[in-house]
């Protein structure tokens, strides 16, 4: 076999005299979390870190901040301008919502606050800044994630209320039950009486005819 060594190179084995090649693989470009901010965000100085309860460069890694020029446009005072301008401890992009928005999203949002009934209490500023969420949602292939129709409603009960709700039924239950029961107590009454007074007797008047009958008997 030794007269046939060096006929065939392994093209995986790495020989003092070749260089060392190492395969290296294309670098995975991760998706970024997009967040929208409001108004109230940038006018209190929150720290969405924070908030995320995570450090400041695996924010930076794994998300990046969006807004509105009509939520800046929302920013009066000159302490809260610089803060934004010069201060904030991430990049934020700013889109126009006259131009970035998509007119139907703006629809779409209107109508599913109504339907919950949280319409009268959302500024038009606050629609617009869910619009962008929906159009960032379309950017980055989520939309299909986006809910169209609000869910059913559902009454919330903390665990720990959880007898007290039991207690309350059974109560209103009971009361339910005595009701019931007075109505039908009504009920058998009032056919008591009825019956009482269908007994194949024609009550009459008493006239001066009946009066006069009575006494020659």
């Known amino acids: 076999m030794k007269q046939f ?3 065939f190179n392994n093209p995986f084995e790495i020989t ?3 260089p060392k090649q190492i395969a290296k693989a294309a670098p995975v470009l991760e998706t970024k979390i997009a ?3 409001d108004t109230n965000i940038l006018l209190k100085q929150v720290l969405l870190r924070d908030l995320l309860k995570i450090d ?3 924010f930076e890694t794994k998300y990046e901040v969006f807004t509105l020029d009509a939520v800046l446009a929302e920013v009066k005072d000159e302490k809260s301008r610089e803060y934004i301008q010069h201060k904030l401890p991430y990049q934020l992009t700013t889109k126009s919502a006259a ?3 998509n007119s139907q999203d703006n629809i779409r949002v209107e109508n599913f606050a109504k339907d919950t009934g949280d319409f009268i209490g959302l500024s038009k500023v606050d629609l617009l800044v869910i619009s ?3 159009q960032l949602a379309r950017e980055l292939g989520e939309i299909d994630l986006v809910r169209k129709v609000p869910k059913d409603l559902q009454e919330f009960r903390p665990e720990s209320l959880k007898v007290a709700y039991d207690a309350f039924e059974s109560e209103d239950t009971d009361e339910s039950s005595d009701d019931e029961a007075v109505k039908e107590a009504g009920s058998s009454s009032e056919n008591d009486k009825e019956a009482a007074e269908d ?3 024609n009550c009459v008047e008493e006239t001066r005819q009946t009066k006069r009958t009575k006494k020659r008997l």
């Open 35 to 37: 967040l929208v901010v």
């Open 199 to 201: 007994d194949d007797w």
């Open 56 to 58: 400041q460069e695996t």
């Open 16 to 18: 003092p005299d070749s």
């Open 132 to 134: 962008m969420g929906m």
């Open 99 to 101: 131009t970035y928005l």
């Open 5 to 7: 060594e060096g006929l």
